[in-house]
């Protein structure tokens, strides 16, 4: 049973950069054909696919947060990890690591979720 446990800092300040790592467990993140990826949902929206990383390595980001996002991982550590950098108030949302296929029309598809982080950011 493939488990994702999200952790990071809770509270980030403006301008700075937010890290978040995914541990995984009962699976590895270099599975053919699994994608690895980051979703938010900030208070009272809906959730928002951020971007992945393929089992080759590959990453794929949203267009809206391209400029500002990264994803890699820690094959050793059987780990991905997610850095927002200049973040702003707008930014504070719920954060999960989520794992899953996609389509050959680029659908992501979901088998497994973390529990999800809060992170706000503030001064």
């Known amino acids: 049973q493939v488990q994702l446990q999200e952790s990071g800092p809770g509270l980030v300040k403006p301008s700075q950069t937010l890290s978040l790592t995914c541990t995984v467990s009962?699976?590895?993140?270099?599975?053919?054909?699994?994608?690895w990826s980051w979703i938010r949902q900030p208070p009272g929206k809906g959730l928002e696919w951020m971007g992945a990383?393929?089992?080759?390595?590959?990453?794929y980001y949203s267009p809206s947060l391209k400029s500002r996002t990264s994803i890699s991982r820690d094959t050793s550590k059987n780990q991905f990890s997610l850095q927002l950098s200049s973040v702003t108030p707008e930014d504070t949302a719920v954060y999960y690591c989520?794992?899953?296929?996609?389509?050959?029309?680029?659908?992501?598809?979901?088998?497994?979720w973390g529990q999800g982080t809060q992170v706000t950011v503030s001064s």
């Open positions: 990383i393929a089992y080759s390595g590959s990453t």
């Open positions: 989520a794992s899953g296929g996609r389509s050959s029309s680029g659908l992501y598809g979901y088998d497994h």
């Open positions: 009962g699976g590895s993140t270099t599975t053919n054909y699994y994608y």
